[in-house]
Nanobody, 127 residues
């Protein structure tokens, strides 16, 4: 079992940057692949990025490629999402998630590929 707590969300102007953090409990953080998702009002939860236990594999949604970077620090039990060149359409609640596998599986870009979820942090990008 792992508990996840996101932080770092806030109001930011378009073109700005934010770094989200997700702190995980437990001593086996390095055994989980991690992901970031987001959900805007009235929309389904969508994949943003995923990272394997060793950081050797990273996936990104097309909509954020080149702007967002996912990283992790296994010693700190934390996964990060660096978001640059933010756009109003990036406005959403951002969730981190952990999968009971160290590698990014074929379901890693879907919510069903993850077993544990944080409570979310709100990111609002003003135009």
């Amino acid at each position: 079992q792992v508990q996840l707590v996101e932080s770092g969300g806030r109001l930011v102007q378009a073109g700005g940057s934010l770094r989200l953090s997700c702190a995980a409990s437990g001593r086996t953080f390095s055994s989980y692949a991690m992901g970031w998702f987001r959900q805007a009002p009235g929309k389904e939860r969508e994949f943003v990025g995923g990272i394997s236990w060793s950081s050797s594999s990273r996936y990104y949604a097309e909509s954020v490629k080149g702007r967002f970077t996912i990283s992790r620090d296994n010693a700190m039990n934390t996964v990060y999402l660096q978001m640059n060149s933010l756009k109003p359409e990036d406005t959403a609640v951002y969730y981190c998630a952990a999968a009971n596998t160290p590698h990014l599986s074929h379901t890693a870009t879907t919510p069903r590929g993850y077993d544990y979820w944080g409570q979310g942090t709100q990111v609002t990008v003003s135009s």
